[in-house]
Structures are given as structure tokens and as C-alpha cells.
């Protein structure tokens, strides 16, 4: 299913992402008249597994996840987009697919580009392409993270490091979303989601509604995280941060 196309008088600006914003004015102009605005709504299902991507898509709010599906059906979420990424990057890595579907997670907009588009701006060598691979360098290093993570730490440390890199894609301290569909994303029992967050909420990290949970004491859920959090971040300020436009 693809996004819709959004035409309202007052979109979103596209420098909301981070990548477009890093762009010269030349660049930004040139492709400015190209970049389509497309609704992301929640349980939106961008790319299934194996698609011949046509798209890719610059998120100025909202989360992406990017999911892998197992033959019985259980899944896991490799990796996290928001405003500081882009969606589709085999397109321009030469794949032309990827083996993980991209769901929409927390409801927002994106800004797309052609396959055509893409491609032409990576063959000119300039500043997209530069800050397209080194946020892929990034993402590479998110989703060797997560398995890590997965791996090798507890559920409380895992839960905990999936609310800190949402809330730093929402800049909110409210993730809407059902302990059902945390435990899809992480691979785990929605009975162990229940336990976890009902632990942060007794020891008053956390408040719990229906469909939504609110973040209130968000340095001492940094307290309970493993190191994976902070691996993540700072890997992506150290390839993106720098790569910055100067105001």
C-alpha cells in the first residue's frame, strides 16, 4: 500500500529531516519540486520484504520500523527511522530490495523521492550521497546493535533502550502504542511487555493508558538501560552531526 499523497496549503517544511536540512540551497532547490509530502498513518505498510522499492522517503515526523518476518509468523524490528533518516535505501545501495518490511509505528509525514530521482542525484557524487551512506553507516550500526541487544540483555534493558530511541524520534515523552504491538517489535511475549512496563510503572518511570504510555522520568529510565542506547546515539551523531548545513 503507498502513502498518500498529502496537497494541504500549509505542509510540513522538508527540512524537518535532518538530510534535506544538511543540503546546500543549490541542492535543496533542485530537488525541492520533486519531493512529494505522503501521509504516514499508523499500521502503514510502506515496503513488504523482497519489493522492488520505487520510493524513497525522507520522514519529517513520525517513526518507521523496520521489520523482519519469520515462516511462523513472529517478527522483530531491526531498526528505528525517524526525522533523521531516510526509507528505502536499497534503492541507492544497489539491493533494490530489502529482506524487512517498513511499518509505520507512530503516525506522521515523509517527503519522497523517485527510484529515477534518487538516482541521478547519487550519480552527480555531491552532498546527498555523502549523507546518504553515512546515515546507512548509521543504520548498519543500529541493527547490528538491536541483535546484540536482543541477544545479550535482559527484557527490562530492552524494553528500556526501545523507549529511549522512540522518545528521541518523537521529542515527546508519550509513545502511543499497544504492549501487543511492543512485543511484536521486539520479538518478545506481549506477558513479558506487561511485566516490565508494570515494574517501570511501579517504580514511577513510566504512567500507562490505554494504547499510550508517557515517559516521566526519563533519566532514570537512562539509569536502567544497557549500553546499546548510547552505542546507537552516538554513533549517529558522529557520522551526522558534523555533516551538518552551518547556519
Given at each position: 500500500?503507498?502513502?498518500?499523497?498529502?496537497?494541504?496549503?500549509?505542509p510540513p517544511d522538508p527540512?524537518?529531516?535532518?538530510?534535506?536540512?544538511?543540503?546546500?540551497?543549490?541542492?535543496?532547490?533542485?530537488?525541492?519540486?520533486?519531493?512529494?509530502?505522503?501521509?504516514?498513518?499508523?499500521?502503514?505498510?510502506?515496503?513488504?520484504?523482497?519489493?522492488?522499492?520505487?520510493?524513497?522517503?525522507?520522514?519529517?515526523?513520525?517513526?518507521?520500523?523496520?521489520?523482519?518476518?519469520?515462516?511462523?509468523?513472529?517478527?522483530?524490528?531491526?531498526?528505528?527511522?525517524?526525522?533523521?533518516?531516510?526509507?528505502?535505501?536499497s534503492i541507492f545501495m544497489?539491493?533494490?530490495?530489502?529482506p524487512t518490511s517498513t511499518?509505520?509505528?507512530?503516525?506522521?509525514?515523509?517527503?519522497?523521492?523517485?527510484?529515477?530521482?534518487?538516482?541521478?542525484?547519487?550519480?552527480?557524487?555531491?552532498?546527498?550521497?555523502?549523507?546518504?551512506?553515512?546515515?546507512?553507516?548509521?543504520?548498519?550500526?543500529?541493527?547490528?546493535?538491536?541483535?546484540?541487544?536482543?541477544?545479550?540483555?535482559?527484557?527490562?534493558?530492552?524494553?528500556?533502550?526501545?523507549?529511549?530511541?522512540?522518545?528521541?524520534?518523537?521529542?515527546?515523552?508519550?509513545?502511543?502504542?499497544?504492549?501487543?504491538?511492543?512485543?511484536?517489535?521486539?520479538?518478545?511475549?506481549?506477558?513479558?511487555?506487561?511485566?516490565?512496563?508494570?515494574?517501570?510503572?511501579?517504580?514511577?518511570?513510566?504512567?500507562?493508558?490505554?494504547?499510550?504510555?508517557?515517559?516521566?522520568?526519563?533519566?532514570?529510565?537512562?539509569?536502567?538501560?544497557?549500553?546499546?542506547?548510547?552505542?546507537?546515539?552516538?554513533?549517529?551523531?558522529?557520522?551526522?552531526?558534523?555533516?551538518?548545513?552551518?547556519?
Amino acid at each position: 500500500m503507498s502513502p498518500t499523497i498529502i496537497t494541504d496549503d500549509l505542509p510540513p517544511d522538508p527540512k524537518q529531516n535532518l538530510i534535506i536540512a544538511a543540503l546546500s540551497d543549490a541542492d535543496y532547490k533542485r530537488l525541492l519540486p520533486d519531493l512529494k509530502l505522503v501521509e504516514l498513518p499508523l499500521g502503514l505498510t510502506i515496503s513488504e520484504s523482497g519489493d522492488h522499492i520505487k520510493f524513497v522517503h525522507f520522514p519529517v515526523s513520525g517513526i518507521v520500523s523496520m521489520v523482519y518476518s519469520l515462516e511462523d509468523g513472529s517478527t522483530s524490528a531491526t531498526a528505528l527511522v525517524g526525522n533523521e533518516g531516510i526509507i528505502g535505501i536499497s534503492i541507492f545501495m544497489g539491493g533494490e530490495s530489502l529482506p524487512t518490511s517498513t511499518e509505520v509505528q507512530s503516525v506522521g509525514y515523509a517527503y519522497r523521492l523517485s527510484r529515477k530521482l534518487i538516482k541521478q542525484e547519487f550519480s552527480l557524487g555531491g552532498k546527498l550521497q555523502h549523507l546518504a551512506l553515512l546515515y546507512t553507516q548509521g543504520l548498519l550500526a543500529q541493527t547490528s546493535q538491536v541483535a546484540v541487544c536482543n541477544q545479550h540483555h535482559n527484557l527490562e534493558q530492552q524494553v528500556c533502550r526501545w523507549l529511549l530511541m522512540t522518545l528521541d524520534r518523537l521529542y515527546d515523552n508519550k509513545v502511543v502504542i499497544t504492549q501487543a504491538r511492543i512485543g511484536q517489535l521486539l520479538g518478545i511475549r506481549r506477558e513479558s511487555v506487561t511485566k516490565v512496563l508494570g515494574q517501570l510503572e511501579s517504580d514511577k518511570l513510566i504512567a500507562r493508558g490505554r494504547g499510550r504510555i508517557t515517559v516521566l522520568k526519563r533519566r532514570e529510565l537512562e539509569k536502567r538501560v544497557c549500553e546499546c542506547y548510547a552505542v546507537v546515539k552516538d554513533e549517529y551523531e558522529r557520522l551526522l552531526t558534523g555533516n551538518r548545513k552551518s547556519k
